[in-house]
């Protein structure tokens, strides 16, 4: 069954240092999704992404975060210069279409830890 | 604002106790309401996706309803093995993109 793929699955970084967390999207899928969560806390949308650019970001996705899609597999997103607050689950996800009929298949996290 | 409220936070239920979850929203441009299952440390798993009120989709013990202003997921006859967090969002439209809005959750244990 295909799946979204997250890597890595811990990432432990250090104040200020720039991370770059990574997802394979479904390979037929076409809108990409960043959401976050602090633990304990709510799925927060980050960031979509269709036809290589952002089509809507959310007041959480300031300048010190970015998305790229380098390549026809990968989609990124790159955090400047993390804070301790920046200490969250960090989800992926993709849809086949932006039409009806569509929900988001999530890949499994990758837990970010900012000391 | 677009905004999704679940509830109740946490439900304990014995085995066999049936009850209900529910997701009460209020968005501009509904274009689905959606609900996953998600287990500790985990990314949310798809349970089902609903469009219209009235519509009902069943899976196993769960079923979902929806209608203009909430959706509900009943489970029937749970066992221990379907304690999780489920998961509400709504999936909206405004200025022409869209975006997921998740409620916070309600965490649920079933005891043997």
């Known amino acids: 069954e295909p799946e979204v793929t997250q890597t890595p699955s811990h990432q432990v970084t250090q104040m200020g240092q720039e991370v770059i967390l990574r997802c394979v999207p479904i390979s037929n899928h076409l809108y990409f999704y960043w959401y976050r969560q602090i633990l304990g806390q709510k799925v927060e949308f980050l960031v979509s992404f269709y036809n290589n650019e952002i089509s809507e970001k959310s007041e959480i996705f300031d300048d010190q975060f970015s998305v790229e899609r380098p390549d026809g597999s990968n989609f990124t997103l790159k955090i400047r210069s993390t804070k301790l607050e920046d200490s969250a689950m960090y989800f992926c996800?993709?849809?086949?279409?932006?039409?009806?009929?569509?929900?988001?298949?999530f890949g499994q996290g990758t837990r970010l830890t900012v000391v | 604002e677009d905004q999704v409220t679940q509830s109740p936070e946490a439900l304990r239920l014995q085995e066999g106790e049936s009850s209900s979850l529910n997701c009460s929203y209020t968005v501009s441009g509904l274009r689905g309401l959606f609900w996953y299952r998600q287990d500790p440390g985990k990314g949310p798993e798809f349970l089902f996706t609903?469009?219209?009120a009235g519509e009902e989709k069943e899976k196993e013990r769960l079923k979902a309803t929806l209608t203009k202003k909430e959706s509900f997921l009943h489970i029937t006859a749970p066992k221990p093995e379907d304690s999780a967090t489920y998961l509400c969002a709504v999936r909206a439209i405004t200025s022409g993109t869209y975006k997921y809005i998740f409620g916070t959750g309600t965490r649920l244990k079933v005891l043997a």
């Open positions: 996800a993709s849809t086949s279409t932006a039409l009806m009929n569509t929900e988001a298949f």
């Open positions: 609903l469009y219209s």
